[in-house]
């Protein structure tokens, strides 16, 4: 094999490289995308079932607080009005 066969096999193996890596980019880009979309439904999902659970826990801390301050109120002698 000459040295001019070499150099356009290496430009040809060259020109294959560079195709399939464009190719591996953008299967990798596509699936990536995919992948966040599939995230962002999963994370809706989930800031849908823990609304009412944060709701809930807000509600119950203000109800012990109260029940905390009364408690303290009532134990030293402090009339409190609700």
Not at 30 to 59: N, Q, W
């Amino acid at each position: 094999m000459t040295d001019a066969d070499e150099l356009k096999h290496l430009r040809e193996s060259l020109k294959e490289l560079r195709e399939d890596i464009s190719t591996m980019k953008d299967n990798h880009l596509a699936h990536m995308e995919r992948d966040m979309s599939l995230m962002r439904t999963h994370i809706a999902v989930i800031k849908t079932r823990l609304d009412p659970v944060e709701k809930f826990v807000e509600s119950w801390n203000q109800k012990m607080m109260l029940i905390f301050l009364g408690a303290v109120s009532a134990s030293i002698g402090i009339p409190m009005m609700l």
